[in-house]
């Protein structure tokens, strides 16, 4: 905060001492004087007054080169390219020749606007005026085209340059990082230094982004000893993106002796950089201190901070430390923020099912909803089982202001999947086709497992083969797919054919290729896939792995296996595996092992009906009618309710829900007459076929 009020005091007391230095040179009569003008100009295009900066410019008796360069580098500045753009044509028409520092200015603009088509008309111009070999004209040709995607033509300019500066490297490498082009970018990087170039925080932080994966930390740490080498530790910069590459190449220790070392030249940025770290690797409580470090040190958690922590508290065992944070942000006066608000409703929503109305109280007191708000509360309701309520919601998007992006997609698509409407998934098919967006890898992906789920595995391939194949999400849908459709070979199939293509595997790749191994009953080549996880893929088995292990065992009737497994597990196993384990012990009648396994859950979900549910119908199924009872006992002791199993039916593009017993559908009454006639009609039935049984024996009986 204090850095914050620090700036804002300089930047008034810059423009202070322009406007005294305007006054008196009008007093003086000395704004005739085209350096006294340029000067006040130029004092008012840096304190980003442009109002007052086109005043004097428009006022100027006389004006040279300098002035109009002035003008448009204060527009390019200040994010008005367009205006800058107009400006320099004026320059044209007046008859002022452009030099290098004009197009330095406008080249700079066309950068950041992105607009290669100008940025050729000035390559053109530069190369008509003679100023192609301009070290500054041709650093910034070379910025702009590695800025707009064009790394091979930012090249071409880099190597038609007889002088090369820092600038001039700095760039091109930073073009080769935007395009995610690592050989070349460490390439250059090498021959920089092989030229005698200094390297400077302006080489070093954007190359850091491309150290984002464990499979690179020597390189990481190689590139850290040229940091220090150099000098360029105590740069924010430099610094800030160590922390962040440390963090994702897995060394969290790494990335906090980094941060330790920074005391006393730390910005915001630092402290964002390693409560991102914390938050990455789940050190929620190490995050949290550092959020009070940070404001007990004097620095002012911004928007970033804010979203980061709460985004970290959204798991149920967090839900009071939301709760918390939220009181923060309404004492900060922060509720207002859009992106503060929406982080607030993932949170409520992923907490627990009974913050539904906190999460729509925040929405609806938004006053502006962005699509980050709809996309929000969309996928709430879709990752809840709210499902009714999503395709609700988004018909209210789509007839709205809101743009629908491969966010809203991929979550209506799911609610489809989940209620297995198949005609509407087909409609919102259509949408997407409509859109554009049905090659993007998410929504390529929730149709795919929309049709999967459906049962028509056949339109879940032509999702698959019409999209790009270089994402595993696609490739992860599909293998599911087959998985769940009984086609476990076919999965494996492309499995194999994924890694031909050298598409990189990820741990739900590994999860859809147990579950089909489960589904196949291939126990043995499910556990080499298990076994090979960290050795060949260097991706380490998480609990779901572990939960498709235990299925797969337990499909195959080895709970002993299942059980040693468990045993073996490098954590503490959590509910989901319990729940597989007991599935298993149901499907084969082991009530001793069943019951270990009940108790553990009941430790661990004391609340969740399903536990109770399965062991008390085991119980039964083996009449022992007294265990049965002491479930049902400790049920009722605990306040445990059984949940109604929902149906529904897709009619007429309106979905209808039912439970048992309900009176909520607003036909209800012409639906139980209509269900009393065919219980009627079925016990009438049931009759004759008795009576006919009866008949038929007393005949025999009597041959």
């Keep these: 905060m204090r850095v914050f009020h620090s700036l804002v005091g300089s930047t008034v007391n810059a423009l202070r001492k322009v406007s005294i230095t305007h006054c008196r040179e009008i007093k003086l009569g000395a704004l005739a004087d085209v350096y006294c003008a340029n000067n006040i100009l130029n004092g008012y295009a840096r304190c980003q007054h442009l109002c007052l900066a086109h005043q004097v410019f428009d006022e100027m008796p006389h004006r040279d080169t300098v002035s109009w360069n002035t003008i448009i580098a204060g527009n390019v500045n200040c994010g008005e390219f367009e205006a800058a753009w107009e400006i320099l044509r004026s320059m044209r028409r007046c008859g002022f020749d452009f030099d290098g520092y004009t197009f330095g200015s406008i080249l700079k603009g066309v950068a950041c606007a992105l607009r290669y088509d100008l940025g050729r ?86 190359l850091l982004t491309l150290l984002d994966d464990a499979e690179f930390y020597e390189y990481l740490v190689q590139i850290h000893c040229k940091i220090i080498k150099h000098g360029l530790g105590c740069e924010s910069t430099v610094c800030n993106a160590t922390i962040t590459s440390y963090s994702e190449c897995g060394s969290i220790e790494e990335a906090e ?8 030249k730390r910005d915001l940025v630092t402290w964002n950089s390693m409560l991102a770290a914390y938050l990455v690797h789940g050190k929620e409580q190490l995050a949290c201190k550092l959020f009070l470090d940070m404001q007990r040190l004097g620095f002012e958690p911004d928007i970033y901070s804010y979203t980061s922590i709460i985004t970290a508290y959204s798991e149920e065992v967090h839900k009071n430390h939301g709760r918390s944070f939220h009181g923060l942000v309404i004492k900060r006066g922060l509720e207002k923020s859009g992106p503060i608000s929406n982080a607030l409703i993932a949170m409520y929503l992923k907490s627990s099912n009974n913050s539904l109305e906190e999460a729509l109280h925040i929405f609806e007191s938004l006053e502006f909803k962005d699509r980050v708000s709809w996309n929000s509360i969309l996928t709430g309701f879709s990752q809840n089982g709210w499902n009714e309520d999503a395709l609700r919601l988004f018909g209210h998007m789509r ?29 919102v098919h259509a949408l997407t086709l409509r859109s554009g967006l049905e090659s993007n890898e998410f929504v390529a992906s929730s149709l795919i497992s929309m049709y999967s789920k459906c049962g028509i595995i056949d339109d879940a391939r032509k ?7 270089d994402s595993a999400i696609t490739w992860n849908s599909i293998i599911f797919g087959y998985a769940q459709n009984g086609q476990g070979y076919v999965a494996l199939d492309l499995f194999s054919q994924m890694k031909k293509e050298k598409v990189k595997l990820d741990h739900i790749t590994f999860v859809a290729i147990l579950t089909a191994c489960s589904h196949m009953g291939l126990v043995e080549q499910g556990c080499k896939f298990l ?9 380490a088995p998480r609990m779901e792995h572990y939960a498709c292990a235990v299925d797969l065992y337990g499909r195959a009737g080895h709970l002993d296996k299942a059980k040693a497994l468990i045993e073996e597990m490098p954590f ?29 859950l009941l430790v661990l979900e004391p609340e969740e009906h399903c536990t109770y549910v399965l062991l008390s119908d085991m119980y039964g199924h083996l009449k022992r009618w007294d265990a049965k009872a002491s479930v049902k006992k400790l049920m009722r002791e ?24 309900d009176h909520s559908h607003p036909q209800c009454e012409e639906i139980y007459f209509v269900l009393g006639i065919l219980m009627e009609e079925i016990k009438r039935l049931d009759i004759v076929a008795n009576l006919k049984q009866s008949l038929g024996e007393g005949d025999d009986g009597g041959t």
Aim: aromatic share 10%; with cysteine.
């Design 531 to 539: 076994n090979s996880m960290k050795s060949e893929y260097t991706i």
């Design 638 to 661: 605990r306040g445990v309710r059984k949940v109604p199993g929902w149906s529904w039916i897709e009619l007429n593009n309106e979905v209808h829900a039912f439970k048992a017993e």
């Design 399 to 427: 007839y709205g202001e809101v743009e629908v992006d491969h966010y809203a997609f991929s979550a209506v698509l799911r609610s489809c999947s989940d209620l297995g409407t198949l005609n509407l998934g087909q409609q």
């Design 121 to 206: 008309q000035v390559h053109s111009l530069v190369v008509k005026v003679g100023y192609a070999s301009n070290v500054y004209s041709g650093s910034a040709l070379l910025d702009m085209y590695a800025k707009c995607g064009r790394v091979e033509d930012a090249y071409v300019v880099f190597e038609s340059l007889p002088q090369r500066n820092s600038v001039s490297w700095n760039a091109l490498i930073a073009g080769y990082v935007q395009a995610g082009d690592r050989s070349t970018t460490f390439w250059l990087l090498h021959c920089m230094e092989q030229e005698g170039m200094q390297l400077e925080d302006g080489t070093i932080a954007p």
């Design 257 to 264: 002796r980094v941060f330790d070392g920074s005391f006393g």
């Design 463 to 469: 999702s698959f083969e019409e999209t790009p194949k």
């Design 572 to 600: 503490e196993p959590d509910a989901m595996v319990w729940k597989t384990l007991l599935g298993a012990c149901r499907a084969c009648g082991n009530i001793e092992l069943a019951s270990q396994v009940a108790d553990y």
